[in-house]
């Protein structure tokens, strides 16, 4: 059986003052709940130690948003693998809509990045979605697979074993247009199907496939009831702690 996890992508939301109100609120919330699922928040590069502090000894566990794939050097305004590492980090979401369409990032260069994090001990989150239009001209299938197949590119069968695959419809990001569990349990299949071609059945049948876009407490539970949807990565409902409590309960 695949655990369930529960992602929060905060995007660019959140100064210190509002980070330690949102953990507080978010471990007294869920100090009463029996908790059935893995719980990861993911706030901006400055909230990252802050948060560490006030969730290290709690069931939750910390992610960052982005990472570049060098250690160091000149590369003003990036941060790396190990600094995220320091900061407490267990995981990174690399390859977010945001950063591929808003940012230009391309699948080699979140191929690269993938194997940096993997080689420096972070767990990925590594999302792919088609646009609107991509799904409207019926290409859907063909997006996914160009972005998994390339973004995994050289990645091996052990390493594998350590990423989570998120798959966000780019067009149900934000606009609280969720994909229909049907739709959603559909592209998770295939892309399950891709990963058992690429590498194995015990491989992909134990690859955690979460969901995100417009992901709410009222939806959450259907979506995550389909046999291929293994958790949500959050973003809009993470901000409030009742609504991500909601979503982590429904797991
Ligand atoms: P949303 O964002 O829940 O606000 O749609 C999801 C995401 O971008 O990860």
Redesign the pocket.
């Known amino acids: 059986m695949r655990r369930k996890i529960i992602a929060g992508?905060w995007?660019m939301n959140n100064d210190l003052k509002e980070t330690q109100n949102l953990i507080t609120k978010l471990t007294s919330g869920l100090s009463g709940e029996s908790i059935n699922c893995e719980i990861i928040i993911c706030p901006p590069f400055t909230s990252l130690s802050e948060a560490y502090s006030l969730i290290k000894d709690t069931k939750i566990r910390l992610g960052a948003q982005n990472m570049y794939f060098e250690s160091s050097g000149a590369f003003t305004g990036e941060v790396s693998a190990e600094m995220l590492k320091s900061a407490g980090c267990e995981y990174v979401i690399l390859g977010?809509?945001?950063r591929r369409n808003i940012f230009g990032e391309s699948n080699q260069m979140i191929n690269k990045k993938l194997k940096k994090a993997l080689n420096s001990g972070l767990k990925p989150i590594f999302?792919v979605g088609e646009l609107l239009e991509e799904r409207e001209t019926g290409i859907t299938e063909k997006v996914i697979a160009n972005q998994v197949v390339e973004g995994l590119n050289d990645i091996t069968l052990e390493e594998m074993g350590k990423i989570i695959i998120?798959y966000?419809p780019v067009w149900?990001?934000?606009?609280g247009k969720t994909a229909t569990p049907e739709q959603a349990q559909e592209v998770h299949e295939f892309i399950r199907g891709i990963i058992k071609g690429k590498y194995n059945e015990s491989v992909s049948e134990n690859v955690i496939i979460q969901y995100?876009?417009?992901?709410k407490s009222d939806n959450a539970k259907d979506l995550l009831s389909r046999k291929d949807i293994d958790g949500a990565?959050?973003?809009?409902?993470?901000l409030k702690a009742d609504s991500f409590i909601g979503i982590i309960t429904a797991a």
Do not use: M, Q
């Not at 149900?172 to 606009?175: E, Q, V, W």
């Not at 995100?212 to 992901?215: D, H, I, L, R, T």
């Open positions: 992508n995007k977010h809509s945001e999302c998120a966000e149900a990001i934000g606009t995100g876009g417009s992901v990565l959050v973003g809009g409902a993470c």
